[in-house]
């Protein structure tokens, strides 16, 4: 909590919790609550780069049916562009690994605009 400069609400909370006539409502278990919301905090920031990964993957994706369906795709580009979208979801996917390792209760698939991004790998 003071990381994130909510020490005055913590002690407000912390308050609560000790007036509460609720058995199950203590400091203690107050704590575990943060310490969890912590965790998705700093979470927070490793889903919004993988988010970012995936949406310039799309465009990637985008770029190479682009340079597929042209009259006469150049051979050089065309592997330019597949070897940088390999790499790219390789990144995600080692992000994605990474993130369920540290936090395991984003331990389910991961799925972005109706696209699974681990397990079967970018599948639909």
Same mark, same amino acid.
């Given at each position: 909590? $003071? /990381?994130?400069?909510?020490? +005055?609400?913590?002690?407000?909370?912390?308050?609560?919790?000790?007036?509460?006539?609720?058995? +199950?409502?203590?400091?203690?278990?107050?704590? /575990?609550?943060?310490?969890?919301?912590?965790?998705?905090?700093?979470?927070?920031?490793?889903?919004?780069?993988?988010?970012?990964?995936?949406?310039?993957?799309?465009?990637?994706? $985008?770029?190479?049916? /682009?340079?597929?369906?042209?009259?006469?795709?150049?051979?050089?580009?065309?592997?330019?562009?597949?070897?940088?979208?390999?790499?790219?979801?390789?990144?995600?996917? &080692?992000?994605?690994?990474?993130? +369920?390792?540290?936090? +395991?209760?984003?331990?389910?698939?991961?799925?972005?605009? &109706?696209?699974?991004?681990? &397990?079967?790998?970018?599948? /639909?």
């Amino acid at each position: 909590m $003071k /990381k994130l400069l909510l020490k +005055k609400q913590f002690y407000i909370i912390d308050k609560q919790y000790k007036l509460a006539e609720n058995e +199950k409502q203590t400091a203690v278990n107050l704590i /575990k609550i943060l310490a969890r919301c912590l965790k998705m905090f700093d979470a927070q920031t490793e889903i919004y780069k993988i988010i970012h990964l995936i949406e310039s993957r799309l465009e990637k994706v $985008k770029q190479l049916k /682009k340079e597929q369906y042209k009259e006469q795709p150049d051979p050089e580009v065309f592997r330019s562009l597949y070897s940088d979208l390999v790499r790219q979801s390789y990144r995600i996917f &080692g992000y994605l690994r990474t993130l +369920k390792d540290i936090e +395991k209760s984003l331990a389910r698939p991961f799925m972005f605009n &109706g696209n699974m991004y681990d &397990g079967e790998f970018m599948i /639909k």
